[in-house]
């Protein structure tokens, strides 16, 4: 299969926006489906860039010419819809988290490799500039052997903003699986896979009140933890200490840091693609700040698709791949089983850390 792959999207609401804007500029890639259960969202998407035609879901899996669907609806349909995309015979894309429950991403991976087709998913932050600088600075031994980690995500939810929050508080969601993620994919990139998980989670408001428009004033009962705490021991020895909260007004705190042997790396947001990146090392006895000189430091969602059509043209494995998507799904479960058991879970999969990016801008 050549250069470009045919994309078809599915899920055309609030991210969209961003991966039509990039998807249809980044090279290996040419968008030409999209669809929405709500019509309007699909046709708006097709007014703004004519080479994208406006269809039903069910037409876009039927259209041969379609090699990739990029799958951006809710967590909650995530599964549905790629595992009607992999039926259809098409590589699958999607937003994260890659599915629900690590027994979906099990029979996505198994269905996709009986099928000889690829599964990838958000985020594809890690690839970005920021964070690819952290990887070489690692990889260069600059902190020595990593032996611990911090990754922090306060906030107070996202119902004072969103159009239409309720799915953050819904099974599928919770700040663990929204913006874990991020955090954990960035930790897999860096330091490699996991093997054991303890954690504590807790439901500190069990009903919130959207104040974003136009739902302003609606109550959505929370269904999962909104405070999620813990620890992450990797197979390289390294110990990461965890928050994901939308619980937290305020806070102080690091969203990444690695401490290594001979130093520390102080890693950007890993819901950004750019900078800053610090290193404090022994010989400079302070924080320096490195320059980033590598590509894609602008919001560049979509990047994991562009990697993966090359990837599958090159016959090698993507960055954003669904195993990784699969072992960081089943760290971020291993939490709420630690919390709801009292016990340290052992994580069943593993991963390839993903090579370097090899797509320049
Ligand atoms: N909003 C953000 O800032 C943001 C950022 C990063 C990632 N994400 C992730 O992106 C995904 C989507 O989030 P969003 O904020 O865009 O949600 P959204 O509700 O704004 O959009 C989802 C769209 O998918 C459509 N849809 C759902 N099921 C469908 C189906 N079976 N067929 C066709 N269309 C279907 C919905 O009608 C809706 O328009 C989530 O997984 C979220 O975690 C969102």
Not at 149 to 155: R, V
Not at 200 to 210: G, L, M, V
Request: glycine share 10%.
């Amino acid at each position: 299969m050549g250069l470009p792959m045919k994309v078809g999207v599915i899920g055309c609401g609030t991210i969209s926006g961003i991966y039509f804007h990039n998807m249809t500029k980044l090279s290996g890639l040419d968008v030409v489906a999209c669809a929405d259960l709500v019509d309007e969202r699909s046709r708006a998407v097709q007014d703004r860039y004519p080479e994208v035609q406006a269809m039903t879901a069910d037409e876009l899996l039927a259209d041969p010419s379609i090699d990739i669907v990029v799958n951006l609806t809710q967590p909650g349909n995530h599964f549905d819809v790629m595992k009607a995309g992999i039926a259809a015979g098409k590589h699958v894309y999607g937003e994260k988290p890659l599915c629900s429950s690590p027994e979906e991403a099990a029979e996505l991976l198994s269905l996709a490799a009986t099928a000889g087709l690829r599964v990838g998913g958000a985020p594809d932050t890690f690839l970005g500039a920021g964070i690819q600088t952290c990887r070489e600075l690692i990889d260069e031994g600059v902190i020595g052997d990593p032996i611990a980690a911090t990754a922090f995500m306060t906030n107070h939810g996202h119902e004072s903003w969103h159009p239409d929050p309720a799915f953050y508080y819904k099974p599928g969601a919770g700040p663990m699986l929204d913006m874990g993620p991020y955090y954990l994919t960035a930790l897999a990139n860096l330091l490699g896979p996991a093997e054991r998980v303890t954690g504590s989670a807790r439901i500190t408001f069990p009903e919130r009140t959207i104040t974003s428009e136009p739902l302003n004033g609606a109550k959505i009962e929370v269904e999962v933890p909104t405070h999620v705490a813990g620890t992450v021991d990797f197979t390289n020895g390294a110990v990461a200490t965890v928050i994901t909260t939308f619980d937290v007004w305020a806070a102080n705190l690091p969203s990444i840091e690695i401490y290594g042997s001979e130093g520390s790396l102080s890693v950007p947001d890993p819901n950004t693609f750019g900078g800053p990146v610090r290193v404090w090392t022994q010989e400079s006895k302070d924080w320096e700040e490195v320059p980033i000189t590598k590509p894609f430091s602008e919001n560049s969602r979509g990047l994991g698709v562009a990697d993966m059509a090359d990837a599958i043209a090159g016959n090698r494995p993507a960055s954003a791949s669904g195993e990784l998507g699969a072992h960081v799904l089943e760290i971020m479960h291993a939490f709420g089983l630690s919390s709801d058991s009292g016990r340290r879970i052992n994580v069943k999969t593993t991963c390839e850390r993903p090579a370097a990016l090899s797509l320049r801008e």
